[in-house]
């Protein structure tokens, strides 16, 4: 096991579904219980000592490089997207500050650890002689603020499956995984999601996902921001 060198959170996209907040922020920025939704991703690398993160974006992108430059650690470094280029697009064109092996994680989902440290227990799992790509999976029925079908079937091997004809599946993909460069070889568009990645490795073997024990919000719309604050704070106030 070699420990990602470096790490990247994905803040480029627009928010849509986040309106009438994100009319003035980008989501990133929206705070959760008082803090910018980013810093809890932030928070996750500075107490794994990840020294400094990538971070991409777009919309208001200028708001959002005010607010890293205000943190100390870990430090920041911007990758600005002149246009948007999704997922895979916005990782491939950061490159060139990551390493061989590093965390990508979305900027709009928040997750508490359970046992451990999730960032450390991909650590733990990475093997990258048998994989060029790990994911963080939540299980569906634990999956606060998602009413989707599932995204994968995980057999006790740690080999995900994508749901394809079935009609549901009982894990989501959590928004944090583990990406060695490799994965990018030979792919030339600039605009692409990392779905298409992770069906090339799949279909080459070399996908990996491990289920994560804690909790995991999806802050995707007011409505869901609303409640997941009801939540957090229920579960502050407990302790």
């Given amino acids: 096991m070699r420990r990602p ?25 929206v705070p959760v219980l008082g803090r910018p939704l980013i810093d809890y991703a932030l928070d996750r690398f500075e107490a794994a000592q990840y020294e400094s993160v990538v971070v991409n974006a777009h919309y208001k992108g200028e708001m959002l490089a005010e607010h890293l430059a205000k943190r100390p650690r870990p430090r920041t470094i911007l990758s600005q997207e002149d246009e948007l280029l999704e997922t895979g697009g916005g990782v491939r064109r950061a490159l060139p500050l990551l390493g061989e092996r590093f965390f990508a994680v979305n900027s ?28 963080l999976l939540q299980r569906t029925t ?38 060695h460069r490799r994965i990018f070889e030979g792919v030339t568009e ?23 024990d804690g909790l995991w919000y999806h802050i995707g719309t007011p409505a869901g ?14 302790h």
Avoid: C
Wanted: aromatic share 8%; no cysteine; net charge negative.
């Fill in 225 to 238: 921001l609303a409640d997941a604050e009801q939540e957090l704070a229920a579960l502050r106030a407990q």
């Fill in 190 to 212: 600039t605009r692409f999601s990392l779905n298409r990645l992770y069906d090339r490795a799949e279909e080459a073997g070399r996908l990996r996902a491990i289920a994560h």
């Fill in 5 to 29: 060198a470096s790490a990247m959170v994905l803040a480029a996209g627009l928010g849509t579904r986040m309106r009438p907040l994100t009319d003035r922020l980008p989501k990133p920025l």
């Fill in 142 to 179: 634990t999956a606060f603020g998602y009413d989707g079908s599932g995204d994968y079937f995980l057999d006790p091997l740690g080999v995900p499956r994508r749901r394809r004809g079935e009609p549901v599946a009982p894990y989501v993909f959590s928004g944090v995984q583990i990406l």
């Fill in 108 to 135: 709009d989902v928040l997750w508490l650890d359970g046992t451990q440290s999730a960032l450390r227990r991909l650590e733990a799992s990475w093997s990258e002689d048998d994989a060029d790509i790990l994911l």
